[in-house]
T-cell receptor
Framework: GDSVTQMEGPVTLSEEAFLTINCTYTATGYPSLFWYVQYPGEGLQLLLKATKADDKGSNKGFEATYRKETTSFHLEKGSVQVSDSAVYFCALSDQAGTALIFGKGTTLSVSS | DSGVTQTPKHLITATGQRVTLRCSPRSGDLSVYWYQQSLDQGLQFLIQYYNGEERAKGNILERFSAQQFPDLHSELNLSSLELGDSALYFC??????????FGQGTRLTVV
């Protein structure tokens, strides 16, 4: 079945460092891909998404490009802040309107 | 604020009991999804409703059930609760084929 694999955490960075969180997927067809973020004690918030190959999703300085050839959707940010400390989830939806399949999440901790 | 409202925010109950979690979707959204988040299982899809009808089932136990009402709000019923049911339960909603938006979750503790 469809699945999402994320790099294991936790990821610990200093403020202003470059961030990459790897995400790869297995799916039949052409899924939509998402990154959600969960801040401590809060629910899941949509960070960005891409719906077709070579699309780039971006929001709040975060970016991810849908790479069909490598079945990847890696999350990047050029300069992280302490406020970016959270758990990041990669997810896919294999068909329009179907439930999301999530990776296990990657915890990011940014120190000043 | 995603526009999805879940109540209650916290719930503590004893083993063997039954609880009901409530979700009000964003205005205009017809699809409602329920997820369970636990430390060992991560985020697991439980069930999806679309305009009052069950559309998809995931890893939902037989002790759990859900429904979506004519006003589109949804309830997740958990019965014969066990310690292992302690988790964060999320509701999400979307328009047809749209991006799901999540509520703040209900934290259930079974003691």
């Amino acid at each position: 079945g469809d699945s999402v694999t994320q790099m294991e955490g936790p990821v610990t960075l200093s403020e202003e460092a470059f961030l990459t969180i790897n995400c790869t997927y297995t799916a039949t067809g052409y899924p939509s891909l998402f990154w959600y973020v969960q801040y401590p004690g809060e629910g899941l918030q949509l960070l960005l998404k891409a719906t077709k190959a070579d699309d780039k999703g971006s929001n709040k300085g975060f970016e991810a490009t849908y790479r069909k050839e490598t079945t990847s959707f890696h999350l990047e940010k050029g300069s992280v802040q302490v406020s970016d400390s959270a758990v990041y989830f990669c997810a896919l939806s294999d068909q329009a309107g179907t439930a999301l399949i999530f990776g296990k999440g990657t915890t990011l901790s940014v120190s000043s | 604020d995603s526009g999805v409202t879940q109540t209650p925010k916290h719930l503590i109950t004893a083993t063997g009991q039954r609880v009901t979690l409530r979700c009000s979707p964003r205005s205009g959204d017809l699809s409602v999804y329920w997820y369970q988040q636990s430390l060992d299982q991560g985020l697991q899809f439980l069930i999806q409703y679309y305009n009052g009808e069950e559309r998809a089932k995931g890893n939902i136990l037989e002790r759990f059930s859900a429904q979506q009402f004519p006003d589109l709000h949804s309830e997740l019923n958990l019965s014969s609760l066990e310690l292992g049911d302690s988790a964060l339960y999320f509701c999400a909603s979307s328009v047809v084929a749209g991006t799901p938006f999540f509520g703040q979750g209900t934290r259930l503790t079974v003691v």
